[in-house]
């Protein structure tokens, strides 16, 4: 992989001196406001032209994700037979579905750098650039950052990741999160979740700071409203700096606890084991069980303005097929990827040994991770097919696909087809997330 990394620099600052920082900016600079590179490759990779709203306003009505490119066709498309033309470009995982899956396919169409973000997204970013930091060195405590993108211009695998957590995703937001679990032979019975998050962070109306261990970047409620067996489980989670708070409502025990397995590689409940709780939104929580480096960016193929695979015309039986995701509705496209190496520490172990994180330059959203097990054997691959939202301006990867490679069985999550599309027009009161007002809505 490094003969095809644009190198970063071994030495890891905290932050970067004002020369830098000068790099980044709306136009006429060296990089974007969140750090990725104008330019285009002149091969694969195009310049940035980001995508303007009508005038300065967002849309706030619940809207689908809009298709603006449906009538394109793709440029190529990699096979098993083909793949070793591509393979610089392609990550473990998605070598290890072309080599065990005659069926599997990925067509690559035409890229479109238009991502864009809030105008106040942008300003704060270029001014966390000279003050955040990670304090002492240790990944979780995230210091003097307001609003924004910490860490435009990264200097260490931690940074990447702290950039996906803390991205602008809607000051409140509902989101209709439909999961299944999908044997080899196309089976599947769905899981249906509502989620309420309100962004404390990157909220527009007031903005928050990551200045010590207490502070909150989000608030987080889940209620689970199908199947009939695990209806009613409700979960709640505060997000801080450096530490999460979190708590289950079991409506058999007709009560609220306290839940500290809620994290690491503990099972997301009623998932079977088939997703953790540090890879919902691909990866989150505490970064103590790993160690970061930071390898570069490359170009690489990756799920990308992926409008198609979420069109309300489609079914789930139309998209979970046996052994993997029906790639005819899935849109892939050539972006610069940071690829970040994420090794387990002996002492803390994790089911996990080493994972390889791409984050998208142009989102800092992670949409492809390659997991191996401690026989140094590859185990997961998990694929977010991003989207670029207008209406709000942000990115975020819907649906998300766990491909089990050891057991042939995936897990896929966070769809809506047959749902509604995620609704940011709601505003939720941070009393609304306290545990007993959550109890007390359980058992009204």
């Known amino acids: ?66 298709h603006r490119y449906k009538d394109e066709q793709p440029l190529f498309v990699v096979t098993k037979a083909n793949m070793a033309q ?11 579905l072309l080599q065990r899956y005659d069926s599997y396919k990925i067509k690559v169409y035409p890229s479109h750098r238009d991502a864009a973000w809030p105008k106040d997204i942008y300003e704060a970013t270029i001014k966390n650039a000279t003050t955040a930091h990670l304090e002492g060195g240790d990944p979780d405590k995230i210091r003097e950052t307001t609003l924004g993108f910490p860490f ?5 695998g931690a940074h990447p990741w702290w950039n996906h957590r803390l991205k602008w995703r809607g000051n409140d937001a509902v989101r209709y999160n439909n999961q299944a679990i999908v044997q080899g032979d196309g089976s599947f019975q769905l899981t249906k979740i509502v989620e309420e998050v309100k962004f404390k962070y990157a909220n527009l109306n007031e903005p928050g700071s990551m200045n010590g261990p207490d502070d909150i ?18 979960l709640l989670a505060w997000e801080h700096a450096d530490y999460r708070s979190a708590w289950l409502y079991n409506p058999g025990l007709r009560r ?58 489609l079914k789930y039986e139309d998209i979970l097929q046996g052994l993997h995701i029906n790639q005819d509705v899935a849109r892939y496209e050539i972006h610069r990827m940071w690829v970040v190496e994420a090794n387990n520490r002996p002492e803390v172990r994790h089911t996990f040994k080493k994972r390889t994180i791409y984050f998208d330059e142009d989102t800092w959203t992670a949409t492809m991770i390659d997991n191996y097990d401690h026989r140094d054997e590859f185990y997961k691959f998990q694929e977010g097919h991003l989207v670029c939202l207008p209406t709000i301006l942000s990115c975020s990867t819907v649906p998300e696909i766990i491909y089990d ?9 966070a769809m809506i087809n047959e749902d509604k599309p995620n609704d940011f027009t709601v505003s939720f009161e941070e009393k609304h997330f306290e545990p007993n007002k959550v109890a007390r809505r359980a058992t009204r």
Do not use: C
């Open 256 to 313: 609220i606890r306290r839940a500290p397995s809620v994290g690491y590689d503990n099972p997301y409940e009623g998932t079977d084991g088939q997703q953790f709780y540090d890879q919902v939104d691909m990866v989150n929580g505490k970064l103590d069980r790993f160690t970061w480096k930071l390898l570069g960016r490359k170009p690489m193929i990756t799920p990308y303005n992926s409008a198609a695979i979420n069109s309300k015309a």
């Open 152 to 156: 435009p211009i990264p200097t260490t």
């Open 217 to 234: 970047f989000l608030w987080y409620l889940s209620e689970t409203k199908a199947p009939p067996r695990m209806a009613g489980q409700l």
């Open 86 to 96: 591509y393979a610089d470009m392609l990550s473990e995982g998605h070598k290890q």
């Open 405 to 413: 490679l050891q057991s042939r069985v995936y897990f896929a999550t």
């Open 1 to 66: 992989m490094a003969a095809g990394l644009l190198l970063v620099s071994a030495a890891s600052q905290a932050k970067v001196s004002p020369e830098e920082a000068a790099k980044l900016g709306v136009s006429g600079t060296e990089l974007t406001p969140v750090g990725a590179i104008r330019a285009g490759d002149g091969e694969h990779v195009p310049e940035w032209t980001p995508y303007t709203p009508h005038g300065d306003k967002m849309i706030r009505e619940a809207t689908w994700v809009e």
